[in-house]
């Protein structure tokens, strides 16, 4: 089902869309759709429980507790078993029970990047700069 909004754009804005549309011969409210659909945010209503329900509870909390996460790493330890496990399993000398533990690091580094990505885009959509790849690693 598709419902009508109305929409104020500034007039650079409209120009640019307008354009758009011409250039890619479509009417321009089937080009804005279409860009709009491209931009829409991901939803943790896609996830699996309990990932879905501990994604969209971090929708309530603080910009400060959302910039903890986003900046947010595995815990040190946690990070050199990982990186080991990882150089073991290039070279195919994993036991099982380190293929089970390089399994679980990694169930873990991929939890904490979601969340630090759903962190980052919460902040974003409340209006934060976020720095880009090139910004963090710029030296000073």
């Known amino acids: 089902m598709a419902q009508s909004i109305s929409l104020q754009l500034p007039d650079e804005t409209l120009?640019?869309?307008?354009?758009?549309?011409?250039?890619?011969?479509k009417v321009l409210e089937e080009f804005l759709v279409e860009r709009l659909t491209e931009a829409a945010p991901p939803l943790a209503?896609?996830?699996?429980?309990?990932?879905?329900?501990?994604?969209?509870?971090?929708?309530?909390?603080s910009d400060e507790t959302l910039w903890e996460i986003a900046q947010s790493h595995l815990p040190p330890t946690s990070q050199r078993v990982y990186s080991r496990l990882l150089r073991k399993n290039s070279l195919g000398t994993l036991t099982a029970r380190e293929r089970a533990t390089l399994h679980a690091h990694g169930e873990e580094a991929r939890r904490v990047t979601l969340k630090k990505a759903h962190a980052?885009?919460?902040?974003?959509?409340?209006?934060y700069h976020l720095p880009s790849p090139a910004e963090l690693q710029r030296p000073g």
């Not at 120009?15 to 011969?25: N, P, S, T, V």
């Not at 209503?45 to 909390?61: F, G, I, N, T, V």
């Open 45 to 61: 209503d896609d996830l699996p429980s309990p990932l879905r329900e501990e994604l969209q509870a971090m929708e309530d909390l």
């Open 120 to 127: 980052a885009m919460l902040l974003k959509w409340r209006g």
């Open 15 to 25: 120009h640019r869309y307008r354009r758009g549309a011409a250039a890619a011969r």
